[in-house]
């Protein structure tokens, strides 16, 4: 589809889309809504079909939604009236933030014609007012006047205001992605615990009955040793098919396979509970949590992502509990501390502490990996922005600690540390009842 680089008017003529906007005006928000969550975006004019889109190849959006995805429309207007649409395909993953973004680049296209519609309406008033009065064209050249700077200021005003829909946009698409994964540890952390501690519950007590029952199996049997011993050729039998068993090594080991595996399971009931209390499904708004306790969870849950050989130093100076929302503290540990593990593949050194200040809360997670170029330490926080390859990561975990670091009214600064990798420092209000 050619693209127009100005727009022509006549006077009088009905205006239709294909006359009051062009493909710079169009295209770069159609981009951005792709960029936001959409596959394929067209804009469509009522009796000319499609005249803008991008995206997916997959034909008309309205002419049926393919499977896994959804379809949303808005009308576009000139004078108050209807003379086409843009329409957005999504996944259904995305169908959440679908009306938003539509609403966002459907108001910015409206913002646009209505822009345009009042430039051409100047140009028209400039024409008729060439064969009037002196005194006429001074009054009309004032509102003209007035009109231009208006107009001006709308032009210069316009493509700021979409680059800060842009950014909400995205910043509200994180904002879903960060509540659903939440939702989604919190939902995984109950049916696991739901899942493992019924069976868990019955191995844990049998191991312990069945401890009982062989304790007083071993009594009998050593009981009935020794009232054969006095019987010589009995007793020697016994004592050949005694040794042939190894049934002194046996008794001797079962004392130990039973503790190993009653070890077994309170380990894997310890991992449950710390499933559990670290999503903090059961907690509603703020709570007291032991910050250092969290901490400690945080790396248990995370140990399979741990490499090997990795040392990790602990500072703890929190000895009071803090004041926060449980399941956001458990997103902020996960993500800071996931980044930390993933800097280097061997010989990792992670160094957390934490601690007060005055009326705040401190945390620190140091790492002796590659770090991060200063060049792109600006842009860590942005939706999406990632340095990793393609399938490491979307980009989303450091947006998500420094959006709940914001609700908190703290902060999150990434330092780089002389002797290489990588400092982070995380700072929030103590709660007024913190200690």
């Known amino acids: 589809m050619s693209e127009r680089e100005n727009i022509d008017y006549v006077v009088g003529e009905e205006k239709r889309l294909i006359d009051l906007l062009t493909g ?5 928000l159609l981009q951005a809504a792709c960029r936001a969550g959409a596959s394929r975006v067209e804009v469509r004019d009522e009796a000319q079909g499609i005249l803008w889109d991008h995206g997916l190849s997959t034909g008309s959006v309205g002419s049926g939604t393919l499977p896994g995805f959804v379809s949303a429309a808005e009308e576009l207007m000139v004078e108050g009236e209807p003379v086409g649409d843009i329409r957005l395909l999504a996944p259904e993953s995305c169908a959440g933030v679908l009306k938003t973004i539509l609403a966002l680049v459907g108001g910015a296209l409206n913002t646009v014609i209505t822009s345009n519609l009042k430039r051409m309406l100047t140009t028209e008033i400039h024409t008729r007012v060439i064969n009037q009065s002196y005194d006429e064209l001074l009054a009309i050249n004032a ?40 939702a989604s540890v919190g939902r995984l952390a109950a049916g696991v615990a739901h899942e493992i501690n019924n069976p868990l519950g019955f191995v844990h007590s049998n191991l312990h009955s069945l401890q009982t029952y062989l304790q007083r199996l071993v009594e009998m049997l050593q009981f009935y040793r020794a009232r054969h011993s006095a019987d010589g050729e009995a007793a020697a039998e016994g004592d050949a098919l005694w040794r042939k068993l190894k049934l002194d090594f046996i008794l001797e080991d079962l004392d130990d396979l039973f503790r190993e595996s009653i070890d077994g399971a309170e380990r894997v009931k310890s991992i449950v509970s710390d499933l559990k209390s670290f999503s903090h499904i059961d907690a509603l708004g703020t709570e007291k949590i032991e910050l250092d306790v969290e901490v400690d969870r945080a790396l248990g849950l995370l140990a399979h992502e741990t490499p090997p050989g990795t040392r990790i130093v602990r500072d703890y100076r929190t000895i009071t509990p803090v004041t926060c929302v449980g399941g956001q503290l ?29 009326d705040q809360v401190w945390l620190s997670i140091a790492d002796n990996g590659s770090g991060i ?8 926080f942005e939706p999406f922005f990632t340095t990793r390859e393609v399938g490491g990561g979307i980009g989303l975990g450091l947006t998500v600690v420094h959006n709940i670091l914001e609700q908190w009214g703290g902060r999150v600064d990434i330092v780089g540390r002389p002797e290489g990798g990588t400092r982070v420092e995380v700072r929030w209000p103590r709660g007024a009842d913190d200690g």
């Open 24 to 28: 710079d005006d169009v295209m770069p």
């Open 143 to 182: 509102r003209l006047t007035e009109s231009e700077r208006n107009y001006r200021e709308l032009a210069e005003n316009l493509e700021t205001r979409v680059q800060q829909r842009t950014a909400e946009l995205k910043q509200a698409y994180a904002g879903l992605v960060a509540q659903q994964q939440m």
């Open 330 to 358: 458990s997103q902020v540990l996960l993500n800071l501390l996931r980044n930390a593990l993933q800097s280097r593949s061997e010989g990792l050194l992670l160094e957390v502490a934490t601690g007060f200040s005055g």
């Open 373 to 380: 170029p200063e060049e792109l330490r600006s842009r860590v």
